[in-house]
């Protein structure tokens, strides 16, 4: 059998073994627990290939390195442990075991691990994805870093002086047509219609795989996706991946699973705790409620523990060694643990747990109508945490240059969202909360 076509079975076998794996070990740890629930052995593996599906669990790439494939293998079992935590909190608490979850879960990482890489060692061990049997026309940009860069053969306008665009087509042809070249990566920014058309014509003559790469730093194609006008294509321009409805459901019932949790065994304990501390301080309410501009400018009630004196102005932004701070609240505040509330806004579907903060609506319309952008920060929902904030910009707003480095956080976020992206945005909220933040006040 052709190495091309045993590269094409690796990825359904790693998904066969993953699924015999997660019933297997499911049955070991919680057969006595669910022995005879259909619903529970359904779930696990409709999650799993779901959550797989999104995260891109399987795709494995040319160049995709064995820290990479750890990385996935760490964020497919973190989004696994909720949605299975999240079955038996929601459905079966009765038969809730911390224990048999947390063994489960070990191992289902130990063996994920083991078979993502030997997934990778075969992938690798392939004929056809060994990088000497590919070649890379047009653009040094498209080397990747390391060692394989030196096994590559590139054919590059310019590396020898006076050397041209078809002459370098010329050699790579004649190359791949002597040698066992199985793949061609030819860059679109350093050839023309008539050259592409050529290299097109030849990949299909010698049976030869032709990928065209556009610009890195300047093509807009990431962010379009390909519809037909009668029997032409064309390009259509979609604003944010969160524009499509299936990551937008998937966003959602990731935020409804993180809030529920919070304010199960989180919430319902700290806020008696919370409460009383306010309350022994000052007199008042113990949430502060207050309306922002959510999604589309629609106003939303945003909730937080109240950590300022009654009868303030609320509409000013905290600032530092602000008299308006209890002394409750500014613990509260250093710690974060005032924005906790919002997790109700989270489960209600006014806000995201990942997503642009929601601003003031003074600051709303302040800046909207000189910063570059602002607007676009309303496209989707805002968040308890987001980019912007875990890279340095919260709190207070002292400057157009703050709000505009802000913003392009922001944007950044809303163009190039995942729930890998949101994933690393609520740990590296966690790890500043407990290494402090200099704008925390």
């Given at each position: 059998m052709q190495a091309g076509k045993i590269v094409t079975y690796i990825k359904p076998l790693n998904v066969l073994l993953d699924i015999a794996a997660i019933t297997l070990l499911g049955n070991y740890f919680f057969s006595s627990l669910v022995h005879n629930d259909v619903?529970?052995?359904?779930?696990q593996v409709i999650f799993w290939c779901a959550i797989a599906y999104f995260s891109k669990y399987y795709e494995a790439y040319r160049f995709t390195n064995a820290l990479q494939h750890f990385y996935k293998v760490a964020i497919q079992l973190s989004l696994y442990l909720v949605a299975i935590t999240g079955f038996f909190v929601f459905s079966r608490p009765a038969i809730y075991n911390v224990t048999a979850v947390t063994g489960y879960i070990t191992m289902l990482l130990a063996v994920s691990a083991v078979l993502k890489i030997s997934a990778y060692v075969l992938y690798?061990?392939?004929?056809?994805?060994?990088?000497?049997?590919?070649?890379?026309?047009?653009?040094?940009?498209?080397?990747?870093?390391?060692?394989?860069?030196?096994?590559?053969?590139?054919?590059?306008?310019?590396?020898?002086?006076?050397?041209?665009?078809?002459?370098?087509?010329?050699?790579?042809?004649?190359?791949?047509?002597?040698?066992?070249?199985?793949?061609?990566?030819?860059?679109?920014?350093?050839?023309?219609?008539?050259?592409a058309y050529a290299l097109k014509q030849f990949s299909q003559?010698?049976?030869i795989a032709l990928r065209f790469v556009p610009d890195n730093i300047t093509?807009?194609?990431?962010?379009?996706?390909?519809?037909?006008?009668?029997?032409?294509?064309?390009?259509?321009?979609?604003?944010?991946?969160?524009?499509?409805?299936?990551?937008?459901?998937?966003?959602?019932?990731?935020?409804i699973i993180f809030s529920s949790l919070v304010i199960i065994f989180v919430l319902s304990w700290l806020t008696p705790i919370i409460a009383l501390i306010?309350?022994?301080?000052?007199?008042g309410p113990v949430f502060f409620k207050q309306g922002r501009?959510?999604?589309?400018?629609?106003?939303?009630?945003?909730?937080?523990?109240?950590?300022?004196?009654?009868?303030?102005?609320s509409e000013a932004m905290a600032v530092k060694n602000d008299a308006r701070v209890t002394k409750s609240g500014k613990f509260l505040r250093k710690t974060s643990l005032d924005e906790l509330p919002q997790f109700f806004n989270v489960f209600l579907g006014d806000m995201s747990v990942v997503g642009p903060r929601?601003?003031?609506?003074?600051?709303?319309?302040?800046?909207?109508?000189?910063?570059?952008?602002?607007?676009?920060?309303?496209?989707?929902k805002p968040g308890i945490t987001g980019l912007a904030q875990v890279s340095g910009y919260r709190g207070e707003i002292n400057s157009d240059a703050e709000m505009q480095n802000r913003?392009?956080?922001?944007?950044?976020?809303?163009?190039?969202?995942?729930?890998?992206?949101?994933?690393?945005?609520i740990i590296q909220t966690v790890v500043n909360i407990f290494m402090g933040e200099e704008k925390a006040y």
């Open positions: 619903h529970f052995w359904c779930y690798c061990a392939m004929p056809v994805y060994h990088p000497e049997n590919a070649i890379i026309v047009g653009d040094e940009l498209l080397l990747p870093s390391g060692e394989r860069s030196r096994l590559l053969k590139a054919f590059l306008p310019g590396a020898i002086p006076e050397t041209t665009t078809q002459t370098v087509l010329a050699q790579a042809m004649a190359f791949a047509k002597s040698g066992n070249v199985q793949t061609i990566y030819c860059s679109m920014a350093q050839t023309t219609p008539s050259q003559k010698e049976g093509s807009p194609l990431k962010s379009l996706t390909i519809d037909y006008f009668e029997a032409f294509p064309v390009f259509i321009a979609q604003k944010t991946p969160l524009h499509n409805p299936a990551l937008k459901i998937f966003k959602r019932i990731f935020d306010i309350k022994l301080e000052t007199k501009p959510g999604i589309d400018e629609t106003e939303f009630i945003c909730y937080k523990f109240r950590s300022m004196g009654v009868n303030r102005n929601p601003q003031l609506w003074y600051h709303n319309n302040e800046y909207k109508g000189h910063i570059h952008k602002f607007s676009d920060r309303l496209l989707v913003i392009r956080y922001d944007v950044f976020y809303i163009e190039n969202w995942s729930i890998l992206l949101d994933i690393r945005i």
